[in-house]
């Protein structure tokens, strides 16, 4: 893992920031990874906080913070969930070989939820990897559970993409209502991928088959979309995945995993520019989308560039995590400082 040294502290919420005008990447697990010629199951590495530097993801599906600089990535394929702290540089591997995760996020108090596409259940590990919760809501009621977000009132948000239908369950892991049905119509679904929650508790889904985000309340009550639907070459989206929304902003970011962007949009739906993008950033398929608490960005993204084995010949190629500063914080010398390759940028006049 590339280590990003002397990140500041934490920001609080109270913390005065400014908008960059263009995301810092700040770390790219790739970076150290792709020159190792271990298998894709191997730890890269080791740290001596007691973990591991780095390990390999071979296709990270989604990604969920569990602090501002420490999060939780699902690898479908490794079946598994890693662990990543970018301050200490610390990995570590919970739940191995123990699901087959497709999308992840965290409860309000702290724990791990996952939806396990193999065994069509919901779930919950905490942060050591020790299973807490299964819920199984009987036979053939999910199809195929993908998408899963955690609302402020502690419910959990589920997306069937075989049935096209969204489930709201209890804390406990009861079915509280469900909402959907296949279409193109705008309370329909057709392939409902990710799914994210706004402050308000607006559930935000990417109606990947109607190629747009559609949002809903609480209810289920179909509000507005995002996107220009299912005309062919009229498309916004050739292929949704990842949504996220930051807290401060209120911007919702969209990962479009074919045409290897990140589109960012105003709370009411009006496009206001491409967050990341192939050409400008290297952005490869960009997929899972998670915006941290002091507005960190991180896009899993399903092909690094780099083949399994680092270059060994094989034909599987790893996938990358990349994290971006999105803000930078004015101490009390009025000094400008972000996460910028670990260094505290001052103001030009100062310089």
């Excluded at 299964?134 to 502690?154: C, F, M, N, R, Y």
């Excluded at 995002?226 to 401060?248: E, K």
Aim: charged share 20%.
């Amino acid at each position: 893992m590339e280590l990003v040294q002397g990140l500041p502290p934490p920001w609080s919420s109270a913390s005065p920031l400014h908008r960059l005008s263009k995301p810092v990447k700040i770390w790219d697990l790739s970076s150290s990874s792709s020159s190792s010629s271990s298998s894709d199951d191997d730890v890269i590495g080791a740290s001596a906080a007691g973990g591991a530097s780095s390990v390999a993801v071979r296709h990270p599906s989604d990604v969920a913070f569990l602090a501002p600089f420490r999060f939780a990535v699902a690898d479908s394929v490794g079946h598994r969930i890693v662990i990543k702290d970018v301050s200490t540089g610390v990995s570590s591997v919970i739940a191995s070989d123990d699901i087959w995760p497709n999308c992840i996020a965290v409860t309000n108090d702290d724990k791990i939820i996952a939806t396990d596409r193999r065994r069509k259940v919901i779930k919950t590990y905490d942060p050591r990897g020790d299973l807490l919760t299964v819920w199984d809501p009987g036979e053939d009621v999910l199809q195929h559970p993908h998408g899963i977000a955690v609302t402020s009132k502690g419910e959990t948000v589920v997306t069937d993409t075989g049935a096209s239908r969204v489930y709201v369950f209890t804390g406990d892991g009861r079915i509280a209502r469900h909402f959907g049905s296949r279409g193109d119509l705008l309370q329909q679904l057709h392939l409902p991928f990710y799914v994210t929650v706004d402050p308000d508790d607006v559930i935000l889904i990417s109606d990947n088959m109607n190629y747009c985000v559609k949002s809903f309340d609480g209810a289920g009550n179909y509000l507005r979309k995002v996107g220009s639907g299912n005309n062919f070459g009229q498309r916004q989206f050739q292929c949704p995945y990842g949504v996220g929304v930051d807290a401060r902003s209120r911007e919702l970011y969209v990962a479009d995993c074919q045409s290897n962007r990140v589109f960012a949009f105003a709370r009411d739906g009006r496009f206001l520019r491409y967050l990341l993008t192939a050409t400008a950033d290297g952005c490869r398929r960009p997929c899972g989308i998670a915006v941290g608490p002091c507005g960190t960005l991180v896009v899993t993204e399903l092909s690094s560039g780099e083949p399994v084995g680092g270059g060994g010949g094989g034909s599987t190629e790893r996938g990358n995590v990349k994290a971006y500063s999105m803000y930078e914080s004015v101490d009390a010398n009025h000094n400008d400082t972000r996460q910028h390759g670990g260094q505290t940028n001052r103001n030009e006049s100062e310089a």
